[in-house]
């Protein structure tokens, strides 16, 4: 149905509001951003760096995963949206080429506290591409150990924290921890500790849903939960790990990300095969509402 006259103006006020940070019983918000913005801006670099190329200075080529596309600065691949959303969008060149958007907090030094919990969450829509246009796709929301900047080649030692990733456009969340020492080690890399699961509801793909990680420093034995729309899915424990490794990974700072990256080992291994293909669509775009941080 489309409204029209002053119906029209109504919905298009309601259709720009932005998300509302939440509140969360029994933590307290430390950071977040909104992605409040002129429309067609980049995020604000006050709270994000905006990675270009395709590796860090001196660090693994294709970022150390085999993604093909590079990462731009330009509000064509990243940018806000005017109504409250960041928007990441993965883009095709009549030569073949990808380029994509990825940006990274300047805060680094993201922990859950001895005795205390860590929330990290946001509101997050990946692509709804459909069949084999969305093959190849990669969009992403994690976190890295604040030791990597600088070094770059640390991983996965400094530790990884994957709250929510999805390949090739399919129905799944994947939450997954890396640490320790590749190949194998207590993380099983380059693979990580993983779990997916459809999203509740309705499809991960055009719909909104929330994703979190909780680090939970609480009790006698540690532990990391992961969610979606309030759903456990995911967990690994303290015990699970040996002393070293947990400490290394989970009693150190971090930073946030979001990317879209377009092929690479993760998405290759889904589908069996090199990504993306000559069907993958360009123009698919990443949004996300907010990103927030609470402590206990």
Request: hydrophobic share 35%; net charge positive.
């Amino acid at each position: 149905m489309r409204p029209i006259g002053t119906i029209s103006v109504f919905v298009a006020l309601l259709s720009t509001t932005q998300a509302q940070i939440p509140k969360v019983s029994g933590f307290n918000l430390v950071w977040y951003d909104d992605f409040s913005g002129k429309a067609k801006t980049v995020p604000d670099q006050n709270n994000w760096i905006i990675d270009t190329g395709t590796s860090y200075p001196g660090g693994p080529a294709s970022w150390g995963t085999g993604e093909i596309q590079s990462y731009t600065n330009s509000p064509n691949n990243v940018r806000v949206n005017g109504a409250g959303n960041l928007q990441i969008t993965a883009i095709k060149s009549t030569t073949g080429a990808w380029t994509s958007g990825r940006i990274e907090t300047r805060r680094a030094n993201f922990m859950a506290q001895p005795g205390g919990t860590m929330r990290i969450q946001a509101s997050l829509k990946i692509p709804n591409l459909g069949g084999n246009a969305g093959v190849g796709y990669w969009p992403a929301f994690w976190t890295l150990g604040a030791a990597y900047r600088g070094n770059y080649w640390n991983w996965p030692a400094v530790g990884e924290i994957d709250i929510m990733e999805n390949v090739n456009n399919l129905d799944r969340a994947y939450a997954v921890l890396h640490c320790g020492t590749q190949p194998g080690g207590a993380c099983n890399e380059p693979s990580g500790l993983s779990a997916f699961r459809s999203c509740p509801g309705n499809s991960c793909a055009g719909n909104f849903h929330t994703f979190m990680v909780e680090v939970d420093r609480s009790k006698s034995v540690e532990a990391i939960r992961w969610y979606v729309d309030g759903v456990q899915f995911h967990q690994v424990l303290q015990s699970q790990l040996p002393a070293a490794t947990w400490k290394g990974t989970v009693q150190k700072p971090q930073f946030i990300l979001l990317n879209m990256a377009i092929g690479g080992a993760f998405p290759d291994a889904v589908y069996g095969k090199k990504t993306p293909l000559s069907t993958t669509l360009s123009g698919g775009t990443y949004e996300v509402e907010y990103v927030a941080v609470y402590h206990t």
